[in-house]
Nanobody, 124 residues
Framework: QVQLVESGGGLVEPGGSLRLSCAAT????????MAWFRQPPGKEREFVGG????????YYADSVKGRFTISRDNAKNTVYLQLNSLKPEDTDVYYC?????????????????WGQGTQVAVSS
């Protein structure tokens, strides 16, 4: 079993930055791909970015490309999401997810492990 715990959310003004962290505990040796999703109220979770274990290779949603950066520290079993140039439409609950396959996937259905979420609010 794997547990994911996110942190780093908060309130920031438009144009500001935040760094989210996702710490993995448990059987972390089985983890390959980790990703971030966000969920607007009343809507399905949408892919933000993902990072593979080896490489690492990263993928981003078009809406965040160039503004968000995902990275990982395997020694700490932690993945990070750096959010820059934040916009009000980035306001959401952000979730960390993990799957035991090597490829990044954009569908939330193929991720077996999820964190509890952390709120990001962008407002002046």
């Amino acid at each position: 079993q794997v547990q994911l715990v996110e942190s780093g959310g908060g309130l920031v003004e438009p144009g500001g930055s935040l760094r989210l962290s996702c710490a993995a505990t448990g059987r972390t040796s089985t983890l390959y791909t980790m990703a971030w999703f966000r969920q607007p109220p009343g809507k399905e979770r949408e892919f933000v970015g993902g990072i593979s274990c080896n490489g690492p290779t990263t993928y981003y949603a078009d809406s965040v490309k160039g503004r968000f950066t995902i990275s990982r520290d395997n020694a700490k079993n932690t993945v990070y999401l750096q959010l820059n140039s934040l916009k009000p439409e980035d306001t959401d609950v952000y979730y960390c997810a993990a799957r035991t396959f090597a490829a990044v996937a954009v569908s939330p259905d193929v991720y077996a492990y999820w964190g509890q979420g952390t709120q990001v609010a962008v407002s002046s």
